[in-house]
Structures are given as C-alpha cells and as structure tokens.
C-alpha cells in the first residue's frame, strides 16, 4: 500500500476516469432520448437503452469502487489502459444477455 499522498490521487484518478466514463454512458441516452423526440425510437427502445445504460452504470461503478488498495490497483489498471490504447467498453458491458 502507498503513501497517504498515493491513496489520495489514486483515488483522485479513479474518480475522474469514473466521471469521464459516466459521463459517456449518459450522452447514449440523451441521443437516445433526442431520437425518441425526433420520432426515430419508440419509448420501448429507449427503455431498453435505459436499461443497459443501468447495467453499465453498476458496471463501472463496481469497477471504480475506491475502497483502500483497491483504488491504488484500480488507478494502476487505468493508467496501463492509457498508457496502451486500451478502453473498457462499458456500454457493451452493459448489454443484455441473452439465452443461457
């Protein structure tokens, strides 16, 4: 376990990659719920975006959970993501499963 001062940032790192991600998610849908206001979408399929936009969500969220060493190594895996191109697809984590 790190410092005090690495627990902090870790933590720090792991909220605004958190945010960032959240922030991602939502945009689907709003774009989601402008194409329902364009007439685009029915309410079936933007509930089913709203659906998967709360699959994702709680995805992320226990992904982010910054709880002691947890976040240090949570802050670790995102700056390596970074550091070589690589991004979780939250809003495919979300989707729906089917059969099985």
Known sequence: MGTK??????????????????????????????????????????????HQYHRATRKLWTFCEPSGAQAELTARVIRRMADEGEAIDWWERGAARRGG
Request: no cysteine; net charge negative; charged share 40%.
């Open 5 to 50: 001062d690495e627990r902090r940032a870790a933590r720090e790192a792991v909220a605004a990659y958190h945010e960032a991600r959240l922030a991602e998610l939502v945009a689907r849908v709003a774009e989601a719920v402008d194409h329902h206001r364009a007439g685009e979408l029915d309410a079936f399929e933007v509930d089913e975006v709203l």
